[in-house]
C-alpha cells in the first residue's frame, strides 16, 4: 500500500500510530514490513469471516429443529482440490513476499558504515569505530545504511529495535550482523528479545536518530581519542603478535595486511575466506587455521582478550591495508605504548 | 436448541451394576491396575492437577504484568513464574492430555479390543509421568528454576544457580512416559483392531491420535539427549555447546527444536481427532472428506520434523536454508487448513444441535483458525524478524495450543464424560462455561497481538508504560479465562455424584464405544465386536436403534 498510495499510506499509520495499536516506522524496511502485515492481517480476517460465515449459515440452515433428517454426503473432490490450492497459493504468495523482505532486511548494502555490538548480561554496549563507546544507547545518522556487527560476552541475546522492524540474535562465539538506513530523527526503543536471566528486562536502551549534521556534531563530541583500529594497533603489539605478523621475510607468520576478504589457501587444501568472524576465531583457534607454509605454532589467544579486544584487533586487521606501519612500530616501539595515531582511520 | 432423542428406558435408568469403576475396590486395585480405562482416569486427575498448577502461574504472570514496574515479584521470581508456567503446561499437560485420558480411554474401545497391547508398560508410563511430576514440584520446592521452558544454552549451562538439572530431570522421565504412550498406541492400533475394524473405517480421532504417536515416538528421544547433554555440559563441562571448547550453542537449539516444533502437533493432533468425533456426532453426518482429514494427520506428522528451524529465523542461519525452512512451514500450514474447511463442510446440510461439547467445537475452529493464519506471519520469514521474541508470538501459540488444543480436550472431556462415568454433566452451567472461555480467550490474548508488534519482548517482568494499557486487558480477560477453567472442575465434580444417568448412547453417536454400557465393563466387550460398518454411518445407527425398539 505504501507504493500504491504513499499519501493514504502515511495517513493509516499515523492514526494508527496515534491510537497507541501501531508503532512508528523510522527505517526504510518499516513502511516494508508493515504492508506484509497488513495484507496478513487481511488474510487472517478473509479467512476467519469466511469459516465464520460457513458455520454461522450452516448452523442456521442446518439446525436440528429445521432440517431433522441428516444428507450424507461423502465428500467432494473437487472442493477438497479447491480448498488445498487456493490457501497453498496464498501460502506460497506469502512465502516469496516474506523471503524477498528477508533478504532485504538482512543482506547489507556494501557501503554500509559499521558500527560493533556487544551484548553482555545485562547491556548493550556499542562501539563505533571512531572510538564512541555508549552502553544501552546507539546514535545513528538518517539517510545512511548502518550495519551493526554483534556478539555476546555471555549467553544468547538478542538485539531489537521495533521501530526499525530488525531484530537478530547476538549469539556467543559467533558475529551476527543486522542492517538498517534510519529515515525519522527520533528516540526509538532498544530491547534484548532473547530471555537472557535475572534482569533480561533491563537489557534495554535507545536508539537515537540524528540528523547528519548533529551526528556528525555527536561522533566530535563523544570520541575516546583512539579510533577501534588504533586500540587493536596497540593490543595487537602488546599481545606480541607483531613479533611473527610482521611482514618480514623472515616473519614466522604470514602478513595480515590486505588478508581481509581475500581468499586464503590452508594447510589441509581447502580455501578459506577471511571474514571478521574468521578472523576472531584464528585468534581464538589458531590450531584450525593453519594457512599453508606456515607451521601451527600460533598459541591461542582465548580467555587473553575481551570480545570488545576481539573487535579492535578485527578492526585493526581490517584496516590494515600495508604492512609499514607494522614494522615501523616493531622497529620504533619496542614497549606497550601506544602506537601513533593514524589520522585517516579514526573515520566513523 | 434440542437435545437428541433418548432411548425410552432412561427416566428410571441406574447405573449399570458391573462396570470398570466398580470392578475392583481400595485405593491400592487403583494404584495397580492394568484397565487402560482406570489408568486414564488416574491421568485426568492427575493432569487436572498440573493444568491449575500451570494456571495458577499463569495467574501469577498476568498479575504481575498488570503495572509496568515489576512491583508483584522480584526479577528471578518472575522469571521462576513464566519457567513452570511454560514446563508445566507443555511437558506436564499439553503433550499428554489428549492422547494420555481419552486416547488411553478411549483407543482400545475404538477399534474393539480390551485393552492396550501393553496393559503394564501403559501403567509404568503414568509412573513415569508422576515421577515427572514430583520432581517438577521438587525443583519448585526447592526453590524453583529460571530457564524458561526452552533451556537456552549458555544459559541454562553456565549462567543459572537455580535447580536446572532436577527439572532437566523430570522431563527426561516425562518424556518416557509419551514414547510408551505412543508405541502402546502404535502397537495397539496396528496389531488389535477387531474383525471388519479396516483402517478406513478407524474413528478419525483413532487416526489423529496414530500420528501423534509416531511423533511422539521418533521425536522425544531426540529432547532426552538434549536434555542430557544439557545436564552434561552443566556437571562435568563436556562442552558441545560451549564455544569456548570449539562447542556451537546453536546446536542445542537445533536439537531442541527438533523435538518441540513436532511437539506443538503432538498437542494439536488428537486435538483434532477430538474435533472430527464431536462435529460428526452433533450434525449426524460423517465427516466430509474422511480420507483427507486422516491423511492431513500423517502429512502433518510427516511435515512436522521438517520445520524445526523456522524457530531459528533470526539467530544466523544462512539466508538459504532460512529460505528452505520457511517454505517447508507454509506447506505445513495446508494439511491444518483442508481440515478446517472439512469440519465446516461436515455441517452442510446435518441435522445439527448445540450441545456443550459442540459450542467448545466450534470455539476451538475459531480460535484455531486465528492461532493458524497467524503462524503463516511467523513462517514468513521478513515478517518473523519483527515478530519473533514479541507478545505477537506468546498470542500465537496461546491461540493454537489454549485456544485450539484446550478447547479440544475440553469438549471432548464433555463429549465423552458420560462415558467414562455413566453420568451427564448439567447441560445449561456448561453452556455458560464453553463461553465464558471463549469470551475470556479473546479479551486474554487479542491484545497480545496489539502489543507484540508494537515490540513489547517476551518475558518481560517490566515493559515501557505505554504498553499497559493492553496488558490491563489481558489481565482482565484472564481473569475471565479463569473463571470459565473453574466451572467445569466444579460441575463436573457435582455430575460424578448428582449427575443424571446417562445411558448407552446419549449423543445418538456411531462409534464402538457408545454401543458399550456405560460407564464400560472392565473388558470392554462381552465378545469380540465384528465392525460392519463405516465410521460415522448414521443410516446404520438408525436402522440399528429401530431393530433393538422392534425386538422390545
Request: glycine share 6%; proline share 6%.
Given at each position: 500500500m505504501s507504493y500504491i498510495s504513499p499519501v493514504l499510506w502515511q495517513f493509516l499509520t499515523k492514526w494508527l500510530t496515534?491510537?497507541?495499536?501501531?508503532?512508528?516506522?523510522?527505517?526504510?524496511?518499516?513502511?516494508?514490513a508493515d504492508a506484509l502485515y497488513l495484507f496478513l492481517w487481511g488474510m487472517t480476517v478473509v479467512g476467519m469471516i469466511l469459516v465464520g460465515a460457513l458455520v454461522f449459515v450452516f448452523s442456521v440452515r442446518y439446525r436440528a429443529q429445521k432440517h431433522p433428517e441428516a444428507v450424507q454426503i461423502e465428500g467432494s473432490t473437487l472442493l477438497e482440490a479447491t480448498w488445498t490450492i487456493i490457501p497453498l497459493g496464498i501460502f506460497l504468495f506469502v512465502f516469496v513476499w516474506g523471503a524477498w523482505l528477508y533478504f532485504r532486511i538482512y543482506n547489507p548494502p556494501a557501503n554500509a558504515m559499521q558500527i560493533?555490538?556487544?551484548?553482555?548480561?545485562?547491556?548493550w554496549k556499542a562501539e563505533h569505530p571512531g572510538g564512541q563507546h555508549e552502553i544501552n544507547a546507539l546514535h545513528v545518522p538518517t539517510g545512511r545504511p548502518v550495519q551493526l556487527t554483534m556478539i555476546s560476552q555471555d549467553v544468547f541475546h538478542s538485539y531489537s529495535i521495533p521501530a526499525f522492524r530488525v531484530k537478530r540474535e547476538v549469539i556467543p562465539g559467533r558475529f551476527t550482523t543486522v542492517w538498517f538506513n534510519a529515515t525519522t530523527p527520533g528516540t526509538y526503543h532498544l530491547f534484548c528479545t532473547q530471555y537472557c536471566g535475572t534482569l533480561h528486562s533491563g537489557m534495554i536502551g535507545e536508539v537515537t536518530v540524528l540528523s547528519p549534521d548533529d551526528y556528525q556534531r555527536w561522533t566530535e563530541q563523544s570520541t575516546s581519542g583512539m579510533s577501534l583500529a588504533q586500540n587493536g594497533e596497540r593490543l595487537f603489539n602488546s599481545l606480541g603478535c607483531n613479533s611473527c605478523h610482521n611482514g618480514t621475510a623472515a616473519a614466522r607468520g604470514p602478513v595480515l595486511a590486505g588478508v581481509y576478504g581475500s581468499k586464503i589457501q590452508m594447510d589441509d587444501g581447502t580455501t578459506q575466506i577471511a571474514t571478521d568472524g574468521w578472523l576472531r576465531d584464528t585468534i581464538l583457534n589458531p590450531s584450525q587455521h593453519v594457512p599453508a607454509g606456515y607451521k601451527p605454532i600460533m598459541p591461542t589467544y582465548q580467555g587473553q582478550v575481551s570480545e570488545e579486544g576481539l573487535i579492535d584487533l578485527v578492526e585493526y586487521i581490517k584496516n590494515l591495508k600495508s604492512n609499514y606501519r607494522?614494522?615501523?612500530?616493531?622497529?620504533?616501539?619496542?614497549?606497550?605504548?601506544?602506537a601513533p595515531t593514524t589520522p585517516d582511520m579514526v573515520k566513523p | 436448541m434440542s437435545t437428541i432423542v433418548s432411548l425410552p428406558d432412561q427416566s428410571t435408568a441406574t447405573l449399570p451394576k458391573r462396570s470398570y469403576l466398580n470392578a475392583e475396590h481400595g485405593l491400592l486395585s487403583w494404584l495397580l491396575t492394568g484397565d487402560h480405562k482406570r489408568i486414564a482416569m488416574l491421568y485426568l486427575v492427575s493432569i487436572t492437577f498440573f493444568f491449575f498448577l500451570g494456571g495458577f502461574f499463569a495467574g501469577m504472570i498476568r498479575?504481575?504484568?498488570?503495572?509496568?514496574?515489576?512491583?508483584?515479584?522480584?526479577?528471578?521470581?518472575?522469571?521462576?513464574?513464566?519457567?513452570?508456567?511454560?514446563?508445566?503446561?507443555?511437558?506436564?499437560?499439553?503433550?499428554?492430555s489428549v492422547p494420555a485420558t481419552l486416547g488411553n480411554f478411549l483407543i482400545p474401545i475404538m477399534i474393539g479390543a480390551k485393552d492396550l497391547a501393553f496393559p503394564k508398560i501403559n501403567l509404568l508410563s503414568w509412573y513415569l509421568y508422576m515421577i515427572g511430576g514430583t520432581f517438577v514440584l521438587a525443583s519448585l520446592v526447592l526453590g524453583g528454576v529460571d530457564t524458561g521452558w526452552t533451556f537456552t544454552t549458555p544459559l541454562s549451562t553456565h549462567y543459572l544457580n537455580t535447580h536446572v538439572i532436577t527439572t532437566a530431570t523430570a522431563i527426561f522421565i516425562a518424556g518416557f512416559s509419551s514414547i510408551f504412550t505412543g508405541l502402546n498406541f502404535i502397537v495397539t492400533i496396528h496389531r488389535m483392531r477387531a474383525p471388519g475394524m479396516t483402517w478406513f473405517r478407524l474413528p478419525l480421532f483413532v487416526w489423529s491420535n496414530y500420528a501423534a504417536s509416531i511423533m511422539m515416538v521418533l521425536g522425544t528421544p531426540v529432547l532426552a539427549i538434549a536434555i542430557t547433554l544439557v545436564a552434561l555440559e552443566r556437571t562435568i563441562g563436556i562442552g558441545v555447546f560451549d564455544p569456548a571448547k570449539g562447542g556451537d550453542p546453536l546446536l542445542f537449539q537445533h536439537l531442541f527444536w527438533f523435538y518441540s516444533h513436532p511437539a506443538v502437533y503432538i498437542m494439536i493432533l488428537p486435538g483434532f481427532g477430538v474435533i472430527s468425533e464431536v462435529i460428526s456426532t452433533f450434525s449426524r453426518k460423517r465427516v466430509f472428506g474422511y480420507t483427507a482429514v486422516a491423511f492431513s494427520s500423517v502429512a502433518i506428522a510427516l511435515f512436522g520434523f521438517f520445520v524445526w528451524a523456522h524457530h531459528m529465523f533470526i539467530m544466523g542461519v544462512s539466508n538459504y536454508s532460512a529460505l528452505v525452512f520457511s517454505l517447508l512451514t507454509m506447506l505445513v500450514a495446508v494439511p491444518s487448513a483442508i481440515k478446517i474447511f472439512n469440519w465446516s463442510f461436515t455441517l452442510q446440510k446435518g441435522s445439527i444441535t448445540f450441545e456443550t461439547p459442540m459450542l467448545y467445537a466450534f470455539g476451538f475452529i475459531g480460535l484455531f483458525t486465528i492461532g493458524g493464519l497467524t503462524g503463516v506471519f511467523l513462517g514468513s520469514l521478513g515478517m518473523d524478524i519483527h515478530l519473533t521474541e514479541t507478545y505477537f508470538i506468546v498470542a500465537h501459540f496461546h491461540f493454537v495450543m489454549v485456544g485450539g488444543m484446550l478447547m479440544a480436550f475440553l469438549s471432548g472431556v464433555h463429549f465423552w464424560w458420560p462415558k467414562m462415568t455413566g453420568r451427564m454433566y448439567p447441560e445449561s452451567i456448561s453452556k455458560l462455561a464453553?463461553?465464558?472461555?471463549?469470551?475470556?480467550?479473546?479479551?486474554?490474548?487479542?491484545?497480545?497481538?496489539?502489543?507484540?508488534?508494537?515490540?513489547?519482548?517476551?518475558?518481560?517482568?517490566?515493559?515501557?508504560?505505554?504498553?499497559?494499557?493492553?496488558?490491563?486487558?489481558?489481565?482482565?480477560?484472564?481473569?475471565v479465562l479463569g473463571v470459565g477453567y473453574l466451572l467445569p472442575l466444579?460441575?463436573?465434580g457435582w455430575s460424578l455424584k448428582y449427575g443424571a444417568i446417562a445411558g448407552n448412547n446419549p449423543w445418538q453417536a456411531t462409534g464402538l464405544e457408545w454401543q458399550i454400557q456405560s460407564p464400560p465393563l472392565t473388558e470392554n466387550f462381552l465378545e469380540t465386536p465384528v465392525v460392519e460398518w463405516e465410521a460415522y454411518d448414521y443410516e446404520w445407527l438408525a436402522k440399528k436403534q429401530q431393530a433393538e425398539l422392534s425386538h422390545v
Open positions: 496515534y491510537f497507541a495499536i501501531w508503532p512508528q516506522e523510522a527505517s526504510t524496511v518499516a513502511p516494508m560493533y555490538i556487544v551484548g553482555k548480561q545485562w547491556m607494522n614494522q615501523q612500530t616493531l622497529v620504533t616501539t619496542q614497549s606497550n605504548n601506544a | 498479575l504481575e504484568l498488570l503495572t509496568p514496574v515489576g512491583d508483584l515479584m522480584a526479577a528471578d521470581t518472575y522469571n521462576k513464574m513464566f519457567t513452570m508456567h511454560g514446563i508445566v503446561m507443555v511437558f506436564l499437560f499439553l503433550v499428554p464453553a463461553v465464558t472461555t471463549f469470551i475470556g480467550f479473546i479479551l486474554t490474548f487479542f491484545p497480545q497481538f496489539v502489543v507484540g508488534y508494537l515490540g513489547m519482548p517476551r518475558r518481560y517482568h517490566a515493559y515501557p508504560a505505554e504498553f499497559q494499557v493492553l496488558n490491563v486487558l489481558s489481565t482482565a480477560g484472564a481473569t466444579l460441575y463436573l
